[in-house]
């Protein structure tokens, strides 16, 4: 039970670090139902998401977009706060989290946001969403939005990553290809890197730290890849989409933190 407990403190701090067992405690605690969606073209590939409620007409769904090397485990803590009456959605984006069988070019974020679409239309919604993104999930839901906006109703964009006008040091040795910034390699590199994703100081025990680690480690190369794909294809056009979003009518949340460091 303490472990439990320990676990639901990090999950925040630590996107996508998040081992399945708690996953599953979590999102029964919360009324959350997971499911898996063949695509029509190839059955080998599902996209995984959760859900919590109905839809209600007249009222948006949420839909949340988790960042990178995250998954959409990392929006429980949030959407168990949500009252029951809202329709909450959590997808887990291609090469993240429990979707499984899509190929690379589905790391593309154009093509992320025509799979979303794709998505979005299966679901069948009634109503325009109100997406929520996080991160690189953020840039993603203004991508959609920009793309599709009779979709959406409202965004909500999460300390989204920055354009290349305003590209914070972490950004730019990424771009360099230093991925270990952010997808360390070393527990050494983890473990530092846990203390700068996180703004509050957490009681972290170093064996806790280490399962986290090794589970990191299974998805490191996949990561890798996609941070390679992100930075020639998509971050070149990020601040030029970015410039658009005024363009665009419908109610818009954005949120950054004055110290955030990517
Ligand atoms: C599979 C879909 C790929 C589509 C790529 C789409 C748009 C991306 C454009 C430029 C990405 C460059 C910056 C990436 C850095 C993100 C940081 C981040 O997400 O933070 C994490 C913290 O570890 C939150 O979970």
Not at 57 to 69: E, K, R, W, Y
Not at 108 to 133: S, Y
Not at 182 to 189: A, C
């Amino acid at each position: 039970m303490f472990r439990i407990r320990q676990m639901r403190k990090l999950r925040v701090t630590m996107p996508g670090r998040t081992i399945e067992i708690y996953t599953k405690i979590s999102m029964h605690r919360a009324g959350i139902k997971k499911h898996f969606l063949p695509m029509d073209d190839d059955m080998n590939a599902k996209l995984c998401y959760c859900e919590k409620g109905v839809e209600v007409v007249g009222q948006p769904s949420l839909v949340f977009i988790h960042g990178f090397s995250s998954s959409k485990s990392t929006w429980l803590s949030v959407i168990k706060h949500i009252p029951d009456r809202y329709h909450c959605i959590a997808v887990d984006l291609p090469g993240h989290g429990e979707t499984v069988g899509f190929n690379e070019e589905y790391y593309i974020a154009t093509n992320v946001v025509d799979l979303l679409k794709q998505f979005f239309d299966r679901l069948n919604f009634i109503e325009p969403i109100c997406l929520v993104g996080g991160s690189m999930g953020g840039a993603i839901a203004a991508m959609f939005a920009m793309k599709y906006p009779f979709d959406v109703g409202m965004i909500c964009v999460l300390s989204p990553p920055p354009g290349e006008e305003y590209e914070t040091d972490m950004v730019q040795q990424l771009r360099l290809g230093k991925y270990h910034v952010i997808l360390p390699e070393t527990f050494k590199q983890y473990y530092a890197l846990m203390k700068i994703l996180s703004k509050k100081k957490i009681p972290f025990a170093r064996s806790l730290a280490k399962t986290y680690f090794k589970i990191h480690l299974r998805t490191l190369n996949q990561h890798k890849r996609i941070l390679q794909i992100a930075f020639e294809y998509d971050y070149p056009n990020l601040g030029e989409i970015y410039r658009q979003l005024k363009y665009l009518m419908c109610p818009t949340l954005i949120i950054w933190g004055r110290e955030d460091q990517v």
